[in-house]
């Protein structure tokens, strides 16, 4: 079952929302050359700590860590650690959850390590960010899951090819329902799948983790031994975007952007709801 909220339940999920942003903020800016993943994940530790939060990753299937820090060819799930040193040039994903009075709140982002990056890859960084905008914008009362699928799946094919030859779009991963739970009902590929139907109808109420991970070639990944790092088959380096969103009467919130998702919204045509903190 898909679970709607009410708006004071969204209003606990902005909460859990902003103290993920202020996660993302604190982690980028500490994720220079030479820190290690397990670094970031103390800075996040006590960003949590501050806002009274508690994390939503911590202990989750047995994860050990309080973020997930997937560096080039990892797409997602990456453990923090001392081993992992992050070097110029790397494109490093951060992903990360807090959860107030029970609400949760999940998103990720790509950050580019130091200097020395092509322009492909920050291509790559763009293109997947841009497709989440585009699904979040199909996330309107009257429409269905499948739209938002559709919305991503046709930005990052409707883009020039990088000189690997294509944009893989991971098929193994993809957004999800969230709200009492990180992980709920209903999962949301980052594709068109015909064979699953059109999916759920969007009803105010509904909030959802939309977030697209693409590669410079495979869709295809494999998880290492430590039953969590998921790696693209072929190598090649990946991005990952990611925003919890709520439905409301009057719009979209994005519940883990700072400015709501006015901003962004209103450059696609669409005015984000009032936020609910004010």
């Known amino acids: ?162 000189a690997s030859g294509k944009y893989g779009i991971i098929e193994d991963y993809g957004g999800h329902g969230i709200g009492s739970q990180m992980h709920m009902d209903p999962h949301l590929l980052n594709y068109v799948e015909r064979r699953r139907g059109r999916g759920p109808k969007l009803v105010p109420g509904m909030c959802l983790a939309i977030e697209p991970m693409v590669s410079l070639g495979t869709a295809r990944t494999h998880v290492l031994s430590d039953d969590w790092t998921v790696k693209t088959n072929d190598g090649t380096w990946s991005s990952h975007w990611e925003h919890s969103i709520a439905l409301t009467e009057q719009g979209p919130l994005v519940l883990t952007a700072p400015d709501g998702g006015r901003a962004k919204l209103a450059e696609l045509g669409i005015e984000a709801a009032p936020d609910p903190l004010g």
């Open 1 to 162: 079952m898909v679970e709607i909220k009410t708006p004071e339940q969204i209003a606990k999920m902005r909460e859990a929302g902003l103290v993920v942003a202020a996660m993302h903020r604190a982690c980028a800016e500490a994720a220079v050359p030479g820190a290690t993943t397990k670094d970031l994940d103390e800075v996040a530790a006590k960003v949590l700590a501050d806002h009274g939060a508690k994390p939503n990753f911590l202990g989750y299937g047995g994860f050990p860590g309080n973020i997930c820090t997937s560096v080039n060819e990892v797409v997602v799930h990456g453990i923090p650690s001392k081993e992992t040193v992050l070097k110029a040039g790397d494109l490093l994903s951060i992903d990360a959850g807090a959860i107030i009075d029970g609400w949760h709140g999940d998103a990720a982002l790509t950050v580019f390590v130091g200097e020395g990056h092509s322009a492909e890859l920050r291509e790559l960084s763009r293109v997947t960010e841009e497709s989440m905008w585009a699904g979040i914008a199909a996330m309107r009362k009257g429409n269905r899951l499948v739209d938002i699928s559709k919305a991503i799946e046709s930005y990052i094919r409707r883009q020039p090819r990088p």
